[in-house]
């Protein structure tokens, strides 16, 4: 596609529900990335996959946070047991590979965890 | 700690005039400084980019100064028009194994009044 598209734009989840958050990147873009976006912070890098391969994840809040992306395109981010400080925006960003690091932001998923 | 720290949370300045947007670092292993710009509810957008070996970048109105001695960038943006009104976002990364993990600034939020 044209850009990085997030689903979706909004979620609204109850404390202890699980949620998925979706990111197609930009068609043929080999890395993918999550952060996350507390208010009034700047991005927070949570984890990092070249194709298929998750080769960091060491900015995952806690072990309720799980991100896959098995065919090497879609990936979902997943948090289990959402807690208040979940709230956030998640952004995911896209790069194809032998481009200079400038990573292409989707708009996003708001969580918020009532 | 943060090591990417912005220090202005906002700056208004009138069209036409200059913007003088500032940054500051702490790790010295960072070596490739970028700035993102955001709208409400879009995700940041890269506005330009500079390498440590440079110390001045240009593009069109945009140039990012850097100064390794201080650990300090600074964007300037003339002239400055109201379409430029959004939060600026610095960010760093550093060569070696996690280049493309990016560590952001909390954002300064321009406003240019017409």
């Known amino acids: 596609g044209a850009g990085v598209s997030q689903s979706p734009r909004y979620k609204v989840a109850k404390r202890g529900q699980d949620v998925a958050l979706r990111c197609d990147p930009i068609s043929g873009h080999v890395s993918l990335f999550w952060y996350q976006q507390a208010l009034g912070q700047g991005p927070e890098f949570l984890t990092y996959f070249q194709n298929e391969a998750q080769l960091d994840k060491s900015g995952l809040p806690s072990d309720r946070f799980f991100a896959e992306r098995p065919e090497g395109s879609v990936s979902t981010l997943k948090i289990q047991r959402t807690q208040q400080e979940d709230s956030a925006v998640y952004l995911c960003?896209?790069?194809?590979?032998?481009?200079?690091?400038?990573?292409?932001f989707g708009s996003g998923t708001r969580l918020t965890v009532v | 700690d943060q090591q990417v720290k912005q220090n202005s949370p906002s700056l208004s300045v009138q069209e036409g005039r200059i913007s003088i947007l500032n940054c500051d670092y702490t790790n010295s292993m960072f070596d490739y400084f970028l700035w993102y710009k955001k709208y409400p509810a879009e995700g940041p957008t890269f506005l330009i980019s500079i390498s440590s070996i440079k110390d001045k970048n240009e593009d069109g109105r945009f140039t990012v100064f850097l100064n390794k001695s201080a650990k300090h960038l600074s964007l300037h943006i003339v002239p400055s028009q109201p379409g430029d009104s959004a939060v600026y976002f610095c960010a760093a990364s550093a060569s070696g194994g996690s280049n493309y993990k990016l560590t952001f600034g909390k954002g300064t939020l321009l406003t240019v009044n017409p």
């Open positions: 960003a896209s790069t194809s590979i032998g481009v200079s690091d400038r990573p292409t």
